[in-house]
């Protein structure tokens, strides 16, 4: 009796449930908690610009709908509910979509209307962006309602160093050009250096260890989302502009008073360092991204394909290998990034803005939709005619899970590496895939091996993938 492990196709659980049902439940549930986080974000933004939610992101059931919808999800995949994995699919594709419509496209809707569209820029990234002789604050977490009061407010004090951490700092790169210092992965090593005088966090992806190790260096750790506390950290609201206001000025002085506190060793020890900031092109949008030059590269074959590289990085995963893919694929494809992705591809030097663009935060997987619709557009045809692929390729989250299946209600094929948010091999998958391909002219692709996925490209690469293609595609699935 619990919890729900399946090891073989014809056991089924003390309930009665099969391997199937037990997949598609968990897909479910896995799509229901991205999408909450999404459209909690974009909710968020709204409650802390006051506004309505724009007619144009209502989605058929009305405002607040979606989280209806969250809700019946989690009840209908909860013990005893529903019973059939079909439905529990039909479900999880539906909220993806609704994902992109009410959380990915709205929060980034209302993030340009509220805090500035970007514009392509030149930035740095990575730990070297932090400066030993000033006072350093590192801004983290996904809803970057802060943002803009804190950067005005940093830019009074010439002692101050503001850098971004994850997607609140991709959010500041692309709209101010703030230098990223980390992604998900390392930001622990941020606080590690020694010279962070504070951490200011909003919510998602935020590790839990970050009290304990603010614990062991000097660093002020401090909240800003009423949803997402820590214990130990300093709890500074930012309900409304007039609140972030009062927050970023707070933060900076708290911040500027802890610089004291810092250890000289650790000071000298980073001076030491030989990392040096790695230049990026950054600020991409749909409105920027050259979109009429990209259409006619497809059409007169100088490119294969448009990719987007999205999702998180997982240490468990080959990133060195994703990476590799990426660049190689970038010889005959635009590849578009975000995320966690687009970081690692700029640490690498990868972001020169020639073919791979930074597109944003996770949030802004919304201008990678836009771009397909406008490249479909251009070139006369649908999203799901067009040769254009999102590759997941090391998701760690289930926002990065409920990212891919929106892009594959769109009709975009996707790639999910590992681990994968379904087993390949269930009968789950094969009532997924079939869903994908009747219901959205799309596909589902599982690799975890950049090698096998840079082979499984190369052999359908060229126009859109040809239907009889698709089954082929499942030589590469592994587990
Ligand atoms: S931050 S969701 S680890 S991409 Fe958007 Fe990175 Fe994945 Fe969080």
Partial sequence: MGPCRITSETQKGVCGASRDLIAARNLLRTVAAGAAAHCGHAQHILDFTGGAMPRRHTPAGGAGSQFLEI?????????????????????????????????????????????????????????????????????????????????????????????????????????????????????EDVIATGIVEAMIVDSQCVMPSLPDLCECFHTKLITTSELARLPGALHLPVRSRKEAVRTAKMAIETARRNKKNRSPRAEKEFKNRTEKPENAVVGFCEDNIAA????????????????????????????????????????????????????????H??????????????????????????????SGGKIAEMPFLVSCPMPITEKSVAIGLFFAA???????????????????????????????????????????????????????????RRGKRREFVKI
Avoid at 86 to 110: F, I, Y
Avoid at 414 to 424: D, M
Wanted: hydrophobic share 50%; aromatic share 4%; with cysteine.
């Fill in 71 to 187: 809700s019946e999800a989690l009840h209908l995949s909860s013990m005893g509910v529903g019973a059939d994995p079909a439905e529990m699919l039909r479900r999880a594709l539906k909220l993806a979509a609704l994902d992109g419509l009410c959380g990915l496209s709205l929060a980034t809707a209302l993030e340009d209307e509220n805090f500035g569209k970007p514009e392509v820029k030149k930035g740095i990234l990575n730990l070297a962006c932090l400066k030993a002789g000033k006072v350093n604050i590192a801004v983290h977490g996904h809803e970057p309602m802060l943002v803009q009061a804190l950067a005005k407010e940093a830019s009074r004090h010439t002692d101050v160093n503001l850098v971004g951490v994850c997607c609140t700092g991709a959010s500041l790169l692309s709209t101010l050009g703030v230098p990223l210092a980390a992604a998900f992965t390392r930001q």
């Fill in 292 to 347: 009429e030059r990209i259409a006619a590269m497809l059409k007169n074959g100088a490119i294969k394909g448009v990719i987007g590289a999205v999702g998180c990085v997982n240490p468990r995963a080959d990133a060195a290998g994703w990476i590799n893919a990426f660049r190689e694929l970038s010889a005959d494809h635009v590849i578009l990034t975000t995320g966690c992705m687009a970081f690692e591809l700029g640490r």
């Fill in 349 to 378: 030097g990868l972001l020169t803005g020639k073919r791979i663009f930074h597109m944003g935060s996770c949030v802004n997987n919304a201008r990678l939709a836009e771009v397909f619709r406008r490249l479909a557009a251009l």
């Fill in 410 to 468: 769109l009709g975009c094929d996707v790639h999910f590496g590992a681990p994968f948010p379904i087993n390949p091999h269930t009968g789950a998958a094969g009532i997924l895939a079939a869903m994908l391909k009747e219901q959205y002219s799309s596909a589902a692709v599982f690799e975890s091996a950049p090698g096998a996925f840079l082979a499984w490209k190369r052999a359908v690469t060229g126009a859109a993938p040809p239907p009889e």
